[in-house]
């Protein structure tokens, strides 16, 4: 069943007339059809007996077009688009609506409201997630290739290590890499020096490489619409035995997790399995945030791999493992990779070695 089939298919079995798609991302994800309206409309209704209707900016009704095989409708900057929307859709009287709540904001629902002026709104946001849980073989594919990316970023820090360079100075060489290879990062790229690096959100800064210290790199890449991130953490100069030994607890706190990933597992036990190795060594502290987070479309999505989470793992889905330990004013370390879940185990999407790399 294609992604706009399984829309249907929810509209059929929850008696809805029509849902109503705002997300960009989602839009991306269900019609191949990408672009950010910024604060123009832009909306795709999918019914259960017409074909669908994607609402546009004039001015990318063109590359709409080239991209999905039904009706694309577009609007000028002086028209009302919710008049045009209410002149153009199939069911104006539609008595229920389902809308991204997890999306939507104020203005554009007020919109809504004076398009469907009978309708109930139903939350769609629980179902396309559900879809976004799950991946197919195809976007795997596509994870894989941006996991390659993410590969290339960090080589590209780690050729750029010297000690009279800052982080911000690292940044720029990889961002610039890799758009040389004409793909994008997925967020902003982290790259924290000896004690910023014990912050789990630093931020890079001005400040030079410390020598005899860990340095981390954070970073992504988004490529055909797929997100990668990765965290390694290496060595530069002579870092003492603490900071070794914080590492390798880490990366055994990784691989216990990753060990242990198959269907019918629950994201808790996956969490715990990394939590306990860092506990019992008496860290337990510092290691202060879930194990890891969904990936695919969006850096962050659905489902988190934390503490109390017992959803049960099923092939396809796919996430991060990334336990870290920041100990404040001494170290931190944190070991990323993302993968997905196949039939007996956890394949990954990124391949950069992990034993503690030096640089100097
Ligand atoms: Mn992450
Ligand atoms: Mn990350």
Request: negative net charge; charged residues 25%; aromatic residues 10%.
């Given at each position: 069943?294609?992604?706009?089939?399984?829309?249907?298919?929810?509209?059929?079995?929850?008696?809805?007339?029509?849902?109503?798609?705002?997300?960009?991302?989602?839009?991306?994800?269900?019609?191949?059809?990408?672009?950010?309206?910024?604060?123009?409309?832009?909306?795709?209704?999918?019914?259960?007996?017409?074909?669908?209707?994607?609402?546009?900016?004039?001015?990318?009704?063109?590359?709409?077009?080239?991209?999905?095989?039904?009706?694309?409708?577009?609007?000028?900057?002086?028209?009302?688009?919710?008049?045009?929307?209410?002149?153009?859709?199939?069911?104006?009287?539609?008595?229920?609506?389902?809308?991204?709540?997890?999306?939507?904001?104020?203005?554009?629902?007020?919109?809504?409201?004076?398009?469907?002026?009978?309708?109930?709104?139903?939350?769609?946001?629980?179902?396309?997630?559900?879809?976004?849980?799950?991946?197919?073989?195809?976007?795997?594919?596509?994870?894989?290739?941006?996991?390659q990316y993410a590969d290339k970023a960090v080589h590209l820090g780690f050729d750029a290590i010297s000690l009279d360079k800052t982080e911000t100075d690292i940044v720029a060489e990889i961002d610039f890499g890799i758009k040389r290879l004409g793909q994008e990062m997925s967020f902003e790229t982290m790259v924290l020096t000896g004690n910023n690096a014990?912050?789990?959100?630093?931020?890079?800064?001005?400040?030079?490489?410390?020598?005899?210290?860990?340095?981390?790199?954070?970073?992504?890449?988004?490529?055909?619409?797929?997100?990668?991130?990765?965290?390694?953490?290496?060595?530069?100069?002579?870092?003492?035995?603490?900071?070794?030994?914080?590492?390798?607890?880490?990366?055994?706190?990784?691989?216990?997790?990753?060990?242990?990933?198959?269907?019918?597992?629950?994201?808790?036990?996956?969490?715990?399995?990394?939590?306990?190795?860092?506990?019992?060594?008496?860290?337990?502290?510092?290691?202060?945030?879930?194990?890891?987070?969904?990936?695919?479309?969006?850096?962050?999505?659905?489902?988190?791999?934390?503490?109390?989470?017992?959803?049960?793992?099923?092939?396809?889905?796919?996430?991060?493992?990334?336990?870290?330990?920041?100990?404040?004013?001494?170290?931190?370390?944190?070991?990323?990779?993302?993968?997905?879940?196949?039939?007996?185990?956890?394949?990954?999407?990124?391949?950069?070695?992990?034993?503690?790399?030096?640089?100097?």
């Amino acid at each position: 069943m294609s992604k706009l089939d399984q829309i249907v298919d929810f509209l059929e079995t929850e008696k809805t007339d029509v849902a109503v798609v705002s997300d960009p991302v989602t839009i991306n994800y269900l019609t191949g059809f990408y672009s950010d309206p910024h604060e123009r409309q832009l909306f795709l209704f999918v019914y259960t007996d017409h074909e669908p209707l994607l609402f546009v900016p004039a001015l990318e009704v063109e590359r709409a077009t080239a991209v999905v095989d039904f009706q694309v409708l577009g609007y000028v900057d002086s028209e009302n688009p919710w008049e045009k929307i209410k002149g153009a859709i199939a069911k104006p009287d539609a008595k229920t609506v389902a809308l991204e709540f997890d999306n939507l904001i104020l203005t554009k629902y007020h919109g809504l409201q004076t398009v469907f002026e009978k309708a109930q709104f139903t939350n769609l946001t629980p179902r396309i997630n559900r879809m976004r849980l799950i991946k197919s073989a195809d976007e795997i594919q596509k994870m894989l290739v941006a996991g390659q990316y993410a590969d290339k970023a960090v080589h590209l820090g780690f050729d750029a290590i010297s000690l009279d360079k800052t982080e911000t100075d690292i940044v720029a060489e990889i961002d610039f890499g890799i758009k040389r290879l004409g793909q994008e990062m997925s967020f902003e790229t982290m790259v924290l020096t000896g004690n910023n690096a014990a912050n789990p959100h630093g931020i890079p800064g001005s400040n030079k490489l410390e020598n005899d210290a860990l340095l981390l790199f954070d970073l992504g890449c988004m490529v055909n619409g797929y997100a990668s991130d990765m965290t390694r953490t290496v060595a530069v100069g002579k870092p003492d035995d603490f900071k070794k030994e914080i590492y390798h607890l880490t990366l055994e706190a990784q691989q216990a997790a990753i060990s242990m990933i198959k269907p019918g597992v629950t994201a808790h036990e996956v969490d715990r399995a990394a939590r306990s190795v860092i506990e019992k060594a008496g860290y337990g502290e510092y290691f202060n945030h879930r194990l890891g987070h969904g990936i695919g479309m969006d850096v962050h999505e659905f489902p988190s791999i934390m503490e109390g989470n017992d959803l049960v793992l099923e092939e396809g889905m796919c996430f991060s493992v990334e336990p870290g330990i920041y100990i404040p004013g001494k170290v931190g370390v944190r070991i990323e990779d993302c993968g997905h879940v196949t039939k007996d185990g956890f394949g990954l999407f990124t391949e950069t070695s992990k034993d503690l790399l030096y640089f100097d």
